[in-house]
């Protein structure tokens, strides 16, 4: 087969290529636009109109300017577009991407895919049959995607007779549903795509049309302001150290989604608040660089090692930063085959964060092809859009969308798939998270007998604590707090080491690979809370806890103690560790140094003995 | 930043998002133009580093300067090279130049068949050992659930229609008419266990930007794809009996971009010079669905 629609005649020039969508309701004739476009153009490679003729008039079918686009065999031989297509262009302007969206409701995450690689939209609209449901959500739809930049085309003008009444009727009610959306279209083009009327050049079956054809509309669109201008936002996608290889630079990888920053600039990452310097721009067969722009996939070294993941943002300690919380208004368009729900897990992904998040409040659910709205609803449906509450596991970095669109804006997982997309509309100030909610509603519910924790810890000769060792994976934990446990035991103390932990909680059971850590972090707040409940000393070990993650587990173990060892380095600030431990070359010293502090802190009651 | 700039940069993005997401990943590499860009673009997304081992599919009949060309840089960029193929079907002489199969049943046995076990594990796999030199045959490997190809959407109209991650069933299916949705370059990072992705970095590149690339990066590409004085060069690298040189007398990379742009091949597909695409008329759409690159 042939590829499509290369017209190249002249060098590449700084100028840029657009992407632009054609959308609209099923069979109003986007692919025959398309086609058209690129026919008339000579666009096509050589022979690809005759062959496509050819192979239609020996299927004894009518020739569509379609089937040039519709390229899979299910699509021609239901006459229908099933996914985007890229196609190739180039006017005597610029270069461009045409992406073919299906108006199909069935296929309606293609045409979202296709349309969020989009800088500006073409929306067709059938003479014959007005505007049509789809027609009105593909509009709502572009604008929550942030395209703004839209034509629209009146097209099989030769089915009403060329009629200006008709097209005219047609234009005041779409600009009227466009503008309710935030649209406000460039021009309206009456055309007819099979005809060829008003595709690159203005018809005469339509001299009362004074306005452009749909290549100058397309020429005109002007790309997306650039992103240079804002404040500097980058991703971190990556920290690559390739040591094998001979090669010790530790460079900081990512994309910068908006802005700039310079060798020397003092750089914050968030939401770890953690800060740094630029010291160099990172590349390969680059020469060297000291200033990186919005757009470029680069890195960084930095001038002093923090300890960074993954997903956090960096920027820079000059310029606004980005917002971090963990509850956020947003608007999301819903595509998950089963609805989204409250109290499930979900997968948050912002930029390059990805993080668990439940859906706490729908505000209110729209339909997107007649604009009304629903706020009773407790669930969101296939094809809704929605405003609601998400929160999230930890807190995140982000932006509204209003003020970085690159930064503000997410996708859900739901079971491996994505399932929706949205905007960040707002903060939510929450006094309250998942985690507290759960313990009071556990606490209400907690049937408690005669038997009172003075009583048991006279019994016990001890108080009850959760003793938590933290620290990095392979610092030696799991043998010191199993010595601790046998110390503790042979002198007649109730105490319980809980081995699940660590395994469990092993360096790679992170989120990123849908790995589910906080839910073994719950499990161990909720079993260290029995324990603990019953009179008992807990010991217990997980590596690389963060200081969010160990908010949780003291939260779940509430009301009950908890005491935090920590042994080499840490996570968290100062005031989260209650012992450190620096060095476990002398095991039996930082034994006596743990029991020490249990004496003091009458965890160990002395007097008894 | 231009063109070139921006699709660099986007299919880099690519590259260390799949890196990031994929514990077993490999990237195909055929050693033609388009591959060769693609692991030129790792050592970019990677700071000078391969971390992404090769495969590379052997169908026996390939030309041999390209075999050469392959393990001269698996050498010098120190590749984690792989190299997978149809034992069966070669030893048993099951092929189209044999004259027992037809084209598409040949390329679906010595390509997709080879890469398909290949991948799996479930066949053999011959890796290059850097102290030695040599390939060694190695059974039993972990399943790669990530593939990294560099197919671009130009090419064909199935292709145009690919996503830059797209899943993959058990049976390498590729289902056409229910791809996930791709938004603000998210892409789909999660899967279920059995079942495996494809990348495609390359979709936004044409055959030109191919070109004008390697001419920019000084990519050093394998010299098949110039005329050596006989008024004859090859478009598109593939196996010896299906692929035709065509009447080309572009001697290197800048007067085959002259060609591309203004030039006799300005309006002419790529793959016009491969026989198996014109048996059926969706002949690649049906070869791709089953698990061709
Ligand atoms: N009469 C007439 N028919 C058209 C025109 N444009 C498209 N069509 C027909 O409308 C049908 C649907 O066109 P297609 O491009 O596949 O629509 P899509 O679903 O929006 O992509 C096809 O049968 C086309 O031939 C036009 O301008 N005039
Ligand atoms: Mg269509």
Redesign the pocket.
Known sequence: MAKMGQHVNEAIGGVGQMNIV?I?????????????LLADTGSLPEGRLEAVKTNCAYNSR?F???FL??ALKDEQAQ???IDSARCFFRSSKREYIII?A???IEFLKNMISGAARAEAGLL?I?AKEGVRENSRRHGYLLSMLGIKQVAVCV?????VDYSQDIFESIRAEYAEFLGRVDIEPTEFIP?????G?NIITNSDRMAWFTGSSVLDVVDGFAKEPSRVDKPLRFAVQAIYKFTAQGDDRRIIAGRIDTGTVNVGDEVVFLPSQKRSRITTIEGFNLPTQTKAVAGQSTGFALDEQVYLTPGELMCRVDEPQAKVGTHLKVNIFWMGRQPMIKHKRYKLKLGSTRIPVWLREVVTVLDASDLTTDSNKQQIDRHDVAECVLETLKPVAFDLSQDIAQTGRFVIIDNYEIAAGGVVLDTVHSATNRTLEGVRQREKNWDRSGITPEMRSERYKQRSTLVLICGPVGAGKQRLAKALEENLFKSGRSVYYLGLANSLLGADMNVDQGGERDEYLRRLGEVSHLFTDAGLILITTISDLDEYELDMVKTLNRPNDCRVINVGASRFTEAKIDLQVGDLSNQAAAIQKIKDMLVQEKYLIEYYL | MDQLDTIEAQSIFILREAYRSFKNLVMLWSVGKDSTVLLWLTRKAFFGHVPIPLMHVDTAFKVPAMIEYRDRFAREWKLNMIVGKNEKSLEAKETFPDGKLTRLECCAALKSEALKHTLSGEWPRWVLDHTTGEYVKQEGGEPFTGVIVGARADEEGSRSKERYFSPRDRHNDWDVGDQPPELWNQFKTDFAPGTHVRIHPLLDWTELNIWEYIERENIPIIDLYFDHGNGKRYRSLGCMPCTSPVDSTAKNVAEVIEELRSGKFSNIAERSGREQDKEDGAGLETLRRDGYM
């Open positions: 054609v609209g309701h099923v069979d109003h004739g986007k692919s025959t636009v398309i086609g058209r009518p569509e300017y379609a686009l519709d006459g229908i577009t073919d299906p108006g199909h067709v059938d097209n099989k003008m030769d089915l055309v007819s795509a099979r005809e009327d």
